[in-house]
């Protein structure tokens, strides 16, 4: 089974709809993250979470929300639909490294194309 | 705000080596990695680099350099399912957490 799981893994919706894309995890980590994939530009930080409790905006979080349901679980809502929207989105989970050279490497789910008409 | 600047598309031939270059701001630097992406799926973890030098694992490699804000990924032995998008994020450290992603390096890889 995948560590990392995504639904829906593909989404047709219209313009002003309420969306969400559910993500969830069973690697333990406690961190997670939701990223925008567009074509020819790099992966763009959504929302991050570091425990539950913790909740944090990214790079382009204008017209996006999240819940951290639990320590698996971690979903992202988009209020209103608008076509720039559109993109491949990524969730992904790390767990958080003690020491200088331990990583914070990210493990990504397999995505959800969302199309935005 | 930082950037990351990696060629957009490279060709390479089966059985030949390839290096991928990655230049980045060092203000704040923490850590670098490189991710591979086949078309359409999730990106994978590659490597991760924090001190200079040379990192290898397997046919690949991952070189950095701090001071000079340089890293590259070094392919060995090019095998067909080497065609990927190869991503380079570096994660910086100040008063907020940032891990900041290239766009991209899509490498084809010719018979």
């Known amino acids: 089974d995948a560590d990392v799981t995504q639904t829906p893994r593909n989404r047709i919706t219209k313009t002003g709809k309420r969306i969400m894309l559910e993500c969830s995890q069973t690697?333990?980590?406690?961190?997670m993250y939701w990223y925008r994939q567009d074509p020819g530009l790099g992966l763009r930080l959504i929302y991050y979470s570091f425990d539950v409790k913790d909740i944090n905006k990214g790079e382009i979080s204008d017209g996006y929300s999240v819940s951290r349901q639990a320590q698996a679980k971690f979903s992202l809502s988009l209020e209103s639909a608008i076509p720039n929207q559109t993109a491949l989105y990524f969730c992904a989970t790390s767990d958080r490294g003690l020491t200088l050279t331990s990583t914070d490497t990210q493990y990504f789910g397999p995505g959800t194309r969302l199309t935005v008409l | 705000g930082q950037n990351i600047d990696q060629p957009t598309e490279m060709t390479a031939t089966e059985g030949a080596i390839v290096q991928i270059n990655c230049t980045y701001q060092t203000s704040g630097f923490n850590g670098l990695f490189w991710y591979q992406q086949h078309a359409g799926e999730a990106p994978t973890f590659l490597s991760y680099n924090v001190l200079d030098g040379l990192e290898e694992k397997g046919r690949f490699s991952s070189f950095l350099s701090r001071s000079k804000g340089y890293s590259y990924l070094l392919l060995k032995e090019l095998q067909m399912k080497d065609s990927a998008s190869y991503l380079c994020a570096v994660l910086y450290m100040d008063s907020n957490y940032q891990l900041i992603w290239g766009a991209g390096t899509k490498l084809i890889i010719k018979p």
């Open positions: 690697k333990g980590h406690d961190r």
